[in-house]
């Protein structure tokens, strides 16, 4: 994943960009072809492409800004594991996704609790502690503060 | 006469009859120097998490508030560049160059204080200048009409684009990326774009959930496989009195505090600069200046002063462009302008026009702050250097369950988590690839204002090109974009050029 990544990972990015951009453009003049709908986003839209061209084209090759970046990163954090942003990534869109039906004080508690877990699996006392801790106060302390109920299943 | 006495006057009545404004200011300031003080925390994001607590304030409380954020965070950026060595914002760079070596020395007393000096005095002289010439910029930006002010918009997101960014290509693209992204949703003539039948998107894309993501959740997912630790040398003691000699240290050089407070003030000023680059700028000022070059780096207290001064008078200069043009000039004042909107307020020369009183009571706001700042600094800083040493994954925990719960709290529903983790991702692959995260914020921002304005521009000219050249200084900004994006590539390859054949002449034969 993470060679795909330095390889091709500038290229995806610029690709999802285009494609982003086609899809917007052929969305609004399918919806108005008038000037002043398209006076502003289609230069702009042009410009964009051009600019998606040119990064794909002058693309540095994997050993360049992205190995460097990693580089340091590992070094500072000591034992780093790579692929743990793809793991927290993947806890913060399940702790998301969980809010409409576990409500935020439990999804609060879960999520911190796995997620500084993942981070130090030798200490899973401490992240149990912190997480319920942290979890129900945060989601405690904002359900006081808005003048609408938050989705809740404890409190 | 540039200084309005009656608004001057409505000022200080609003200042005095709001304790809401500085009961918010101390914390503001707090929350700053911890996120300023923490390696890789930055003040742009705490700004943004706390941004959704300014909706149950007034205007006034809610912007000295934020200015406390970032006035915070630019000293408290300071406290770990000396204390441990790693500057905690981009703006704390150069003070690492001289304060660690003090720390090392033994000095890390003299260097704290020397640094919440500087700071205080480089914040307080950019607001006085801001204060003294606000009037004047804001009768000259009056005469801008609808293309000036797109003109100016372009400008600036080209120029943040190109100068906040490694790559030239890769900020222009995030800038304009960001535009196009800032014209979802129902258009100036009432036509729904780019919402793919999403009806909670007819309003455009949520600004402060996307800004979350951008800023915060990519910072803090990459911060996952980091942890700062400070080893042996994390017994330094903090003795009050040398805090306070520090104070002595500092105004023994005024001249360097001086040059940092106007190289700071300008420099902020220019859109995508800020002061990442004026504390570097100043630092190198100040060692050329010096008889003895030699001793900085080695920590020499001039170092620290030049630094901090320069990089906390950026805060007055940037707000020029924020409260004149409505154009934030990096990620703090981008959130600025968010919450300009999320209070019904349009930035810009009409603002400090029709609300002079409420610009200059900001701008006092602020002044004050500086003393504060100098206190709250003072007393604090035990507490602050012990919290630089908590392990980083239970403040990335916090803080993201916070901008999660932040993100619901300003859409009332689920789109705002969604487009924080849809815009969470981008920014993780932007930062991982060099693209520019602030010029994609800006360009959100200003999307549907350019949209706006070319549509005004439109139906003023009748489609007439020529428009532009009734208009000098739309023209003259016109020409400035091109000039700024024909030029600074060809500086780049110019330097690259220079680089590769300073390096080819030291390779042995």
Redesign the interface.
């Known amino acids: 994943m993470k060679r795909f990544?330095e390889k091709f990972?500038?290229l995806l990015?610029?690709s999802a960009?285009a494609a982003a951009?086609i899809?917007?453009v052929v969305?609004?003049q399918a919806?108005?072809r008038?000037?002043?709908?398209l006076?502003?986003?289609v230069p702009?839209?042009i410009?964009?492409l051009g600019?998606?061209l040119?990064?794909a084209v002058?693309r540095r090759r994997p050993a360049g800004?992205?190995g460097e970046?990693e580089a340091t990163?590992?070094s500072?954090?000591?034992a780093?594991?790579?692929a743990?942003?793809f793991y927290?990534?993947g806890l913060?869109?399940a702790?998301?996704l969980s809010?409409?039906h576990i409500g935020?004080d439990l999804a609060?508690m879960v999520?911190?609790a796995l997620?500084?877990w993942?981070?130090?699996a030798r200490q899973p006392l401490h992240a149990l502690l912190?997480?319920a801790l942290?979890?129900l106060g945060?989601?405690w302390a904002?359900q006081m503060?808005?003048p609408?109920r938050?989705p809740m299943t404890l409190l | 006469m540039w200084i309005d006495f009656s608004a001057l006057d409505g000022a200080l009545s609003l200042l005095g009859g709001s304790w809401m404004a500085w009961a918010v200011v101390p914390l503001g300031l707090m929350i700053g120097l911890i996120f300023g003080a923490i390696p890789g925390m930055q003040t742009s994001m705490a700004m943004a998490i706390f941004l959704p607590a300014t909706l149950y304030m007034d205007f006034l409380s809610a912007m000295l508030f934020l200015t406390a954020i970032f006035t915070g965070g630019g000293f408290g950026g300071g406290i770990s560049s000396i204390l441990i060595g790693i500057p905690g914002t981009s703006t704390a760079v150069a003070t690492t160059f001289d304060g660690y070596p003090m720390t090392r020395k033994g000095q890390h007393n003299e260097a704290l204080g020397a640094a919440l000096f500087s700071s205080c005095v480089g914040m307080l002289f950019s607001y006085v200048i801001l204060f003294l010439t606000i009037g004047f910029l804001a009768s000259f930006v009056l005469n801008f009409g609808p293309l000036e002010m797109l003109m100016v918009a372009l400008w600036g997101v080209t120029l943040i684009g190109i100068l906040g960014g490694k790559s030239f290509s890769k900020g222009l693209l995030a800038g304009l990326f960001g535009l196009l992204l800032g014209t979802i949703g129902t258009s100036p003539i009432g036509v729904t774009r780019g919402t793919f039948g999403i009806p909670d998107l007819l309003d455009g894309i949520p600004v402060v959930p996307a800004m979350l993501g951008l800023f915060a959740v990519s910072e803090l997912i990459s911060l996952t496989q980091r942890d700062y630790i400070v080893g042996s040398e994390d017994s330094r003691r903090l003795n009050f009195g040398r805090i306070i000699a520090g104070f002595g240290m500092a105004m023994r050089y005024p001249g360097t505090l001086l040059q940092g407070s106007v190289m700071g003030a300008l420099i902020g000023a220019i859109p995508g600069v800020g002061s990442s680059v004026s504390n570097l700028a100043s630092y190198a000022e100040a060692r050329r200046r010096d008889p003895n070059p030699e001793s900085f780096g080695q920590g020499n207290p001039k170092g620290v002063v030049a630094a901090e001064s320069a990089n906390s008078s950026s805060e007055g200069g940037s707000m020029v462009t924020l409260l004149a043009l409505g154009l934030p000039g990096g990620g703090g004042t981008a959130v600025m302008l968010a919450a300009f909107a999320a209070h019904n307020i349009t930035g810009g020369p009409k603002f400090i026009r029709d609300q002079t009183d409420i610009v200059y009571a900001i701008i006092l706001g602020n002044m004050a702050q500086a003393f504060l700042l100098l206190l709250l600094g003072l007393f604090t800083i035990h507490f602050i250097s012990a919290l630089v040493k908590v392990p980083i994954r239970y403040l990335t925990a916090a803080v993201l369950v916070m901008s999660v719960t932040g993100a619901y709290a300003l859409t009332g529903n689920m789109l705002g988590p969604y487009v924080l983790i849809a815009f969470g991702a981008l920014g993780w692959l932007m930062r991982r690839f060099n693209y520019s995260i602030a010029a994609m914020v800006v360009g959100l921002l200003m999307g549907s204002l350019c949209d706006t304005n070319l549509v005004y521009v439109y139906q003023i000219s009748g489609g007439d090109w020529q428009y532009l050249f009734e208009r000098p200084l739309a023209l003259a900004l016109a020409l400035l974009l091109v000039v700024c994006v024909a030029v600074v590539p060809m500086l780049r390859w110019y330097r690259g050029l220079s680089a590769a054949a300073a390096q080819a002449g030291r390779k042995p034969a």
């Open positions: 990544l990972g500038d990015v610029v960009c951009t899809a917007y969305d609004a919806k108005s008038s000037v002043e709908n006076a502003f986003i702009l839209a410009a964009i600019l998606c040119l990064v002058t800004a992205v970046a990163t590992q500072e954090g000591g780093a594991n790579a743990l942003p927290c990534f913060l869109v702790y998301v809010i409409p935020f609060n999520f911190v997620f500084v993942l981070q130090a912190f997480g942290f979890g945060a989601a904002f503060i808005l609408y938050l």
